[in-house]
């Protein structure tokens, strides 16, 4: 059977990667096998990228060389790994995806959601997720997170200013309004084990 390609999105510290581990062990328990992967990165060389983009000064790159190399990346990312899992039958989960670029790059970053997605159209084919779950959470909670988590350490883009986030969480929302069959959005407050049962309810139509 064809594998299935999943993203989780969010902004930044709302569980991603707490619910991509648990959503991986719920799949194996049904008998799926799993890739987890994530963005940017995933394969040998968009993970090169990764240190290029989340290193260094914030004027390091200006918009649009951001936005290129995010899609350099993925277009790496999806030949390297993502679609030879899926040939395999394996499901795909990564934390992080396009939809990461069209919200930072393209709402929150000025580029504008269609000038990203067009660099996805020629970097990757247009290759999209099966689904997409962006887990939400109200303002403020995630930056929270994020900060127990990592202290003042942010990185390049996460250190960015509370309303470059809010656009970030906006462009998420207008995904969600554009794609409404791919992209779901996930409620993230609660303790993990209900925000799992809600991304599993929001997999059930692809389940086997
Ligand atoms: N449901 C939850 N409730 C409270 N804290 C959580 C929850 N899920 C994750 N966390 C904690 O919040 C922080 C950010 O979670 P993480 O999964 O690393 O988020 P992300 O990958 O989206 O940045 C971590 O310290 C994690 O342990
Ligand atoms: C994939 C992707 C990530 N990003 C940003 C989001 C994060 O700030 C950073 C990825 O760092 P990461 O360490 O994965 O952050 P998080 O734990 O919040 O998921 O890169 C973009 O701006 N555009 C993209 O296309």
Redesign the pocket.
């Known amino acids: 059977m064809a594998g299935r390609f999943i993203s989780l999105e969010?902004g930044?510290?709302?569980?991603?990667?707490?619910?991509l581990a648990a959503l991986a062990t719920a799949l194996e328990g049904r008998g799926i096998e799993v890739l987890v992967t994530r963005e940017p990165g995933g394969s040998s060389g968009a993970e090169a990228i990764r240190k290029l983009l989340l290193e260094g000064e914030e004027t390091r790159w200006n918009p649009r060389s951001e936005a290129l190399l995010f899609a350099a990346a993925r277009a790496d990312h999806v030949e390297k790994t993502i679609k030879p899992a899926l040939a395999e039958g394996k499901w795909v989960l990564s934390?992080r995806f396009l939809d990461s670029s069209l919200a930072y790059q393209g709402e929150a970053g000025g580029l504008g959601i269609e000038a990203v997605r067009d660099l996805h159209r020629f970097g990757s084919l247009d290759f999209l997720p099966d689904r997409t779950l962006v887990?939400r959470l109200e303002s403020g909670e995630g930056a929270l997170?994020?900060r127990?988590?990592d202290g003042e350490e942010g990185d390049r883009i996460g250190s960015r200013p509370p309303r470059y986030h809010a656009a970030v969480d906006r462009g998420f929302r207008v995904m969600a309004e554009q794609e409404p069959d791919r992209v779901k959005l996930i409620d993230?407050e609660?303790?993990?084990e209900t925000?799992t049962a809600r991304l599993l309810y929001a997999l059930g139509d692809l389940l086997p």
């Open positions: 969010g930044e510290g709302v569980g991603k990667s707490t619910q934390d887990l997170r994020a127990r988590r993230a609660g303790n993990p925000v």
